[in-house]
């Protein structure tokens, strides 16, 4: 894992320097001003209906309106129904979501729930971030033929994967024509575990790597929000955010430039939420 007012206006002060009119001829003479007063508006400028005085150049300064930038930050995209999502194109490709809200039928969701919650082992690893150790608010769970790194965390190679997952790895092969070697498996014990921003583009997972993701268990909201584009400063605040309740049962398959372009989480909930397992199947390179 590598580690919203909806407008801005950048606003410049904006103007330059004009030539002077001189003042029309046809003016009443009763109003017209006197010797000096004429000078000075000649010379001058009206500025906040007072006559301000210019006296070298002759020019005075038009104010212009602020020319205004307005960034708009796209519309929240909320995925609930199955199908396939690009969520976006750059120039290294598309950011494909396909997503099947009922992949494994909810009994059979049910047993794989209890298999996985009693058979992992599952453990409280801790990210290292700036030299720091942080317990990572969730459990977790590695099966691969390689060790996995993300975060300051190594998972060690471990290639025993139970009868079940190898089960699921099988069904999720047949359905996506890939051949997955690993998965990630997440426990969320209650709605205060979660997983921040991140995005799976760790070296051993190559370029775009395709992830598929399976869920047990009560229901959490996927978020993805779009990173800035090279160049531009990682400022979140205007970037698209997508998000999808993953629902016990359901796949979610990343593909393309998913990890590149965009970063994911599971948000901590402030309402209850029951135990949640979610297993990414990813396919992993030696280092
Ligand atoms: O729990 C989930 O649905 C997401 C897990 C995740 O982001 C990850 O394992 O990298």
């Not at 020319?67 to 120039?91: A, H, L, M, N, Q």
């Not at 024509?177 to 760790?202: C, I, M, Q, T």
């Not at 399976?214 to 990682?234: I, V, Y």
């Amino acid at each position: 894992m590598s580690s919203s007012s909806d407008k801005r206006r950048r606003a410049r002060v904006q103007g330059g320097w004009a030539a002077p009119q001189r003042p029309k001829k046809s003016s009443a003479s009763s109003s017209a001003p006197s010797e000096p007063e004429k000078s000075r508006i000649y010379e001058g400028q009206a500025w906040m209906g007072k006559i301000v005085d210019q006296p070298t150049t002759g020019k005075k300064f038009i104010y212009r309106e602020p020319e205004e930038e307005i960034r708009v930050k796209p519309p929240d995209k909320v995925i609930t129904k199955p199908g396939v999502y690009d969520i976006s194109e750059s120039e290294i490709g598309t950011s494909r979501l396909r997503f099947f809200p009922e992949f494994i039928e909810s009994k059979e969701a049910d047993w794989f729930y209890d298999q996985f919650y009693q058979d992992l082992p599952w453990r409280q690893r801790s990210d290292v971030k700036n030299g720091e150790s942080y317990l990572q608010p969730r459990l977790t769970a590695w099966f691969g033929e390689h060790p996995y790194s993300y975060s300051g965390v190594t998972h060690d190679k471990n290639s025993e994967m139970t009868p079940a997952l190898r089960h699921l790895k099988a069904r999720l092969e047949e359905a996506t024509g890939y051949k997955f070697n690993s998965v990630l498996a997440n426990l969320y014990r209650d709605g205060h575990d979660h997983v921040p921003w991140h995005s799976d583009d760790e070296k051993s997972l190559r370029s775009q790597p395709t992830i598929a993701s399976l869920s047990f268990g009560d229901t959490r909201n996927f978020e993805l929000r779009k990173k800035a584009p090279p160049g531009e400063d990682a400022n979140y605040e205007y970037a698209q955010h997508v998000s999808m309740p993953l629902n016990q049962g359901s796949l979610l398959i990343m593909e393309g430039a998913v990890q590149e372009d965009w970063q994911h989480r599971i948000p901590r909930e402030y309402h209850d939420r029951g135990p949640r397992i979610n297993l990414t199947f990813r396919i992993i390179y030696p280092d």
